[in-house]
Every structure is written in C-alpha cells, then in structure tokens.
C-alpha cells in the first residue's frame, strides 16, 4: 500500500537530439528533438515514483516550469490521501483557482499536471508491486471510477454508466488477462515512413518490419501530394493488398482540403487518416468523417485532443471511428479512464498514440488494461509503436510479433536509466555539450 | 513608419494584491491576484512597444518562460518587413514545429504570443502616430486581410468574403467614426456584484454605479442558488425592470446543472447567462443555447476560448448570440480581426471581455474597429468594463457617461507607469516584499 508524507519533488528537461536523423519528422513538426519533462517523486519512507510527459524540445522548459508551479500543490501531502481521494487532487492540480486561467486543462499546464500524476501513478504502483495495468485490472470499479473527474462530462457519461460499464466487463476478464499475457497487445508501427525519409529508407525499413512481422503501417502525408501518392504506392506495393495502411497528416489541412486530399489517395485502402485538421476542430473532423465514410476511409484522432471534453464532442458528434488517447498530453490515467470509458460507451474503439520517448513504454498499461477490463475487444484495435529511444528506459517496451508483451515490473515504466537523463539534460548534459562543440546544433 | 531591427525584448512578471478584497472573485476564481506578463520591445530606432497578457497570479512565471522562448523568433526581426507579412509572423510564433506541441494555439504558449504580439501591435500604432484603433480603421482591407492567419477557418470564412466584409462597411465609416469620438462606445459594468463581496457592498456599488449613469450590470452566480437568486433580486430591484442585467457563471456547471440553475433565474430577465460551462465545450453551449433561447435567456462566451478555430464552431453550431473576445487570451489583434470577421459573417454581436489589468484599455481599441470598420451595429453590443487598476497605466481608458471614449494617444494604450510595474515586481517588488513583512500573504 502506498503511503507516507510526498517530500521531494525534482523536475528536469531531458531532451535527445532527433531532429538530426529526421526521426519523427511530419508534415507539421518538421524537425522534432523528442524530449520530456521529467518528474521524480519521493516519500518520506523513501519510494519513488517517475512521470513525465513528452515534447518536441524547444519550450521543454516551459513545461518545466510549470512543474515547479505545481509542486507546492503535491509536495507534504500524504500519498496515501491522494489516492484514496484521488480525483480531488485531479481537481485540486488541474483547477486552481489562479492557474486554471493558464489552460484551462490544456497546454503547458495539462501537459505539466500529466506528467507530476503520472509520477503519482508509477508511485502507487510500485507501493503495491504491480505494474500498472495490474493495478488497474485488479482495482474495484468503485475506487477506479474515485481517480476521474465527472466534471463537465456527465451529459455524457455519468458515474453510474462508467460503473455499469466496468461492472459489465468483468465476465472474462481472467481470460483476456491470460491471453495478453500469452499473446500481447496487437500494434502497428510507424517507423518506415517519417515524411523526412528518402524512399530508399522508407522500402528499407519497410522489408525489415515485414521480415519481423508486422503487418500495419502508418505513413505521414500531407506535404506535398504527389510525394504522398509515390510513397503510399510504395508502402501498399511493398505489403500487398492485405495488410493495413494508415495516413496520417499531422493536422495539415483545412476542412474541404483534407476530403480532396484523402479523396486523391484512396486507391491505397488506407483504414484511417489521422489528424487531417486542426486538432480543436470538432466539427471540421466531422464533416470530414461523413465526406470518407463512403469511400471507407475513417478519420482518427486525439494525440493533440487536450481533455476529456473534447474527446466527449468527437464522440458525441461522431467525428471519429478511433480514438487516440496519449499518456502523456491528457491529465494522465485519470482522463485517459474517463476517455476510455466514453469511447466504450459510444462503442468507438481506442487506438493509442505512442512513439515518441516513453509514449509506448507508458500507453501499454492503458491499452492492456483497456482490453482487460473495460472494452473486451481487439476488433479494429491496435497500438502504435515507434521504434526510438526506448534503451534509455529501465523498463522499456517488450515487442513480440508485432505485440506489445505485458509489462511485468511493478510501476508504470516510466523511470528512464539515470546515466540516460544525465547525458541528455538540456542544456548543459555530455550529449548537447558535444553536439554544440562538434557544431552539430548551436 | 514602422522600421528597423527589433533589438530587445524584456518581460516581467508583474503582479496586484486583489484577492486580499475579493476583487475580481467569481464561482470558480476565488482569489484571483490580476498580473501580467509584461513585455517591452524595442527597435535600433530607439522606439519602444509594449504587450501584455492577463493572468490571476500563480504560474505567470510560466508565461514569462513562455516569451523568453519566443523571443529568440522576434530579437533581429525587422520591423517593417514584420508589418509587411504580419501572417507569416504570426504563424512564425504559433507554429514552429517544436513550440506548437505545447499548444498549439492554446494555452500558456498562446498567451505568450499574445503578449508579444500586442507588443509589436502597439509598436506599429506608435509608429504611425496613430492610436491603434485608428491604424486598423484607417488601413486598407487587403492590409488588414494579411495580417490574419485563415488556416483552419476557410470552411467558415474565405479570405474573399473577409475582403466583402470590410469593403462594405466602408459606408458610413466616417460617420461612425465621428459618433465614437462624441459618444464613445456602450459600456457595461462588473465592478458592483463580484462573488466574494457582501450585500451589502453590493448595494453601495450599484447605488455609486446608478449616480453614475450605468444603465447594464453583471453579476457572478453558480457558487450556491439562494445566493444567486437574493444577489440578483436585490440588484433588479435597484436597477428596475427596464435596465440590463447578466449573469456569469465562469464555467462552474455542467450541461444539464446549468440549464436547471438559470431557469431558476429567468425572472430576474438575465439578456445573457456567460460562461455556464466548460470553454471547450461547443456543443454543450450549443444545448444550453438552444434549452434557453424559448426563455429569451442568450449564452455569452469567450474570455476563454483559446483560439479563432474554437470560435468558429461557436458559430458554426449557434451556440453563442454574444461572442466575447478577448484581446490577451487570443493570438493579439490579428486572431481577433478574424473572429470579429466570422462574427460579422454569422451576424453575432460583439460584447468584448474585459476587466482584470489593462484588458479595458487593450479591448476598447478592438470593438471601435468592429463598429466603424466592421460590424456597423450597436444593436445588443457592449464592451464589459471594470473599475480596477487603470492608474498604472500610462494612458488609462476614459469612461463617460457609461462609455469608453476613444483613446487619442499612438499605441495599443499597453503601457504600464513605470513606478507601478516596478513596484509590483512579482516576487521582489516593494509592494509583494511588504506585503511579506506584514504578513499579510506567505
């Protein structure tokens, strides 16, 4: 049981120097060093507990900053108190009276709140010495429908619902638990088409995942079409007709652009396309969706959807057939349950974004405890998985045939190797000292 | 003329002591202490502009983090050539491809652009020896057209019709401009029924407001019903039945709470219920606006809907009859040129936010604009005012008879006295540093 006065509260900006190799490049985020704010915690008995939400680097110390803000709001309380009132102290980080004018529940501000709970979550776990899923899986539907705050979602979900919903599925839970176990999460990757790669990369990249297995690619568009044709015939070529293929244009387009653009690329069956606009614009995903629905294509999205109302209003105005929550933009497990609850009620299924650094390692957990004990169903549902950065995690991602393994250390794999966060510290670490030295970056 | 190279930027975090009076208290900022993330730049010229963004006290460290990482896009910038593609500068702050995933456009990050844009704003005006209303009046409309960023809004309101828009309101603008400058523009006032102020100080403020000629009162409800229902008696008994009365909420309900609660106040004939919901809830305004509309009950919302794409939708789904921008919470005065324009198209009076330190003196330079150059129309349009914190400014809004008087000095009307803005230091001015010594806060 997780207990003891919070004592210590450290916070640093850790960020690797990606944009060199043109990882992660997209059609908006065209040279992304992926980063994280990152938060340890510490008892007065001495547990730790490590969260962090990720970036694209520069403003990384924005994000820090507001974790500091936050910290008087979490440092001498009693680790035990939170979780047993846990949604008063999502209410209590995520509402002040002063701060909430900075978001509110959005930006810096949700992204510094995601990453302090989520050291709160790694911590509770570890004192109960399950990794987190577990955790999850084994709570009462009573005490995990206490982490979320009902606020401004009831016309949605009311508490009695997210109850019923959770009650409902414990019929096969031990099931499904035996079979992640066994089988994993299914996933698919992203890491063949960055749109920064040259197309000898792309078909590289794309042989070897076929050679381990994989059978769902993502490709990014949304820069130039004629690129997004050549190179989503290549991918389709290269997997054949029966594989999945997604796009994804990274919030590129405006409303009647998006549908001719996507129109322009349905010869190569993509299941989704992700982001197509402005991630605000419910309405925009909406027309959207309705103009794709007929050519088969859904709209996906949710990576930069940032809280649980907005993702209330894609699902209430049918804007999108998947959902994409993210560990780390969301006010951490606490909206992501309530997310995955309403997605459970309006019977849309769940995606996670991942990829980044720790996206994969942290939305694992959710998925796995999505399939256990909330929806109970893999049917158009997979995880994205990025194949970056992991090494400099204690626990990171186990993939298996294109499966996400189930973690089996206690926590909420977030605690990056120590010698890792050193060297990458921005700015004064080993690696960004070289790099300014060797003037690779100024 | 505005020219030559921006050469500095300063911001400071600049802070005032009103909670310990309750100023400025509502149902969900019970202690608001109004700051701003101050902003001075200055070109090889020698000329200065200064900007600001709002905030309630805690975490306006974090804006001025903000603006420290933009200012790297702005020191070096020529001025002129800034003026002369304000577009591609303002997407240049909102979108750089590592920044923009901590919003984007959202948020502390869009605060901080706001901040320095307002700046650049107020340099320009000063430049052209103009008051800034008076530059944007007197500009031509393929001017002011490229000052707007339409990414995202073109399924609303096309660069073309923006043009139609402000062509066809060149009729009368003289007229009108002329009548602002003898009769000033129709104000409202908040100052008398903040949350936190008893009756009976309610009453000496109305009874001081009434002498004073104010003919349109707001006040703060959604804490507790009776409170609600004997504060906004007590204030319909003064006014009478024929003066204007609203009610704000400050998002403390949810969808179905807030249809119920203001049918309880519908006798006291609110013109509008403001802010009854989460900001980010478009659609849940739209319900609301629809429950209340048979009741002749408008929704108002705005102070903090983050960005022109949120607004959009608004409209789009007519869940607003009053569309209150905001001239610190949006990206400065090119997002609100666009969300006065798609306010005009959907044919939505303009009521601005204001209050808070130096929102008055920013916004009534907007709402001059939208009625000589824009809209035309006083018909069911008010700017909010606030009696609070006008003499640290240089140039301090002027009311009359319950009207803003056109400012006549250059600029954006942001400059702070110096004394004050050095005397309110947040946390080493002499003002907090008393204040610490008295006891009177940690």
Redesign the interface.
């Given at each position: 049981m997780v207990k003891g006065k919070i004592t210590k509260l450290s916070v640093s900006d850790v960020r690797f120097p990606t944009s060199l190799e043109q990882h992660g490049s997209d059609a908006?985020?065209?040279?992304?060093?992926y980063s994280v704010a990152y938060v340890v915690i510490e008892t007065e008995g001495g547990l730790k507990g490590y969260g962090l939400t990720?970036?694209?680097?520069?403003?990384t110390?924005?994000?820090v900053?507001?974790v500091q803000?936050l910290s008087s709001l979490v440092i001498g309380k009693d680790s035990e108190e939170i979780v047993n009132d846990f949604r008063s102290f999502y209410r209590l980080l995520t509402?002040?009276?002063?701060?909430?004018?900075?978001?509110?529940?959005?930006?810096?501000?949700?992204?510094a709140a995601a990453a302090v709970l989520n050291a709160v979550w790694d911590l509770w776990a570890r004192a109960e010495g399950k990794p987190l899923w577990k955790l999850l899986v084994d709570m009462d539907p009573e005490k995990l429908i206490s982490c979320i705050d009902f606020?401004?979602?009831?016309?949605a979900l009311t508490e009695k619902e997210a109850l019923d919903i959770l009650r409902k599925a414990r019929d096969g839970k031990c099931k499904r638990e035996e079979h992640m176990l066994k089988e994993g999460y299914p996933a698919y990757t992203t890491s063949c088409a960055w749109i920064g790669y040259p197309d000898e990369q792309l078909k590289q990249l794309c042989s070897k995942a076929l050679s381990e297995g994989w059978t769902r690619f993502k490709v990014k568009v949304g820069a130039d079409l004629n690129d997004d044709i050549r190179r989503c015939r290549l991918l389709r070529e290269m997997i054949g007709p029966d594989k999945t293929l997604m796009i994804d244009a990274n919030?590129r387009w405006?409303?009647?652009e998006a549908i001719e653009w996507v129109s322009r690329l349905v010869e190569f069956k993509p299941l989704w396309i992700e982001e197509p606009?402005?991630?605000?614009?419910?309405?925009?995903h909406a027309?959207i969706a309705k103009a794709l629905a007929p050519l088969g294509i859904g709209v996906a999205t949710g990576e930069?959807c940032?809280?649980r109302?907005?993702f209330?209003?894609l699902l209430?105005?049918q804007a999108l057939r998947f959902v994409q929550i993210d560990s780390c933009r969301l006010g951490s497990v606490n909206e992501n349950l309530a997310v995955l609850l309403m997605a459970e009620k309006f019977q849309v299924p769940v995606c996670p974004h991942a990829g980044g650094v720790g996206l994969c390692e942290l939305v694992q957990h959710l998925i796995l405890f999505d399939y256990i004990a909330v929806s109970g169903s893999l049917e158009n549902r997979m995880c994205e998985y990025v194949d970056h950065l992991h090494e400099h995690f204690t626990n990171p991602v186990v993939i298996k045939n294109a499966s996400y393994m189930p973690p089996k250390n206690p926590g909420y794999s977030t605690e990056m190797k120590d010698d890792s966060a050193k060297r990458h510290q921005f700015p004064d670490g080993e690696v960004w000292r070289e790099l300014r030295a060797s003037r690779r970056v100024q």
């Open positions: 908006m985020h065209t040279d992304p060093d990720f970036t694209l680097g520069k403003g110390e924005i994000v900053c507001a803000a509402s002040d009276g002063q701060m909430r004018w900075l978001g509110p529940e959005k930006g810096v501000v949700q992204l606020r401004y979602i009831t016309d919030q405006d409303v009647a606009t402005s991630p605000d614009d419910i309405l925009g027309a930069q940032h809280n109302v907005m209330k209003q209430q105005s």
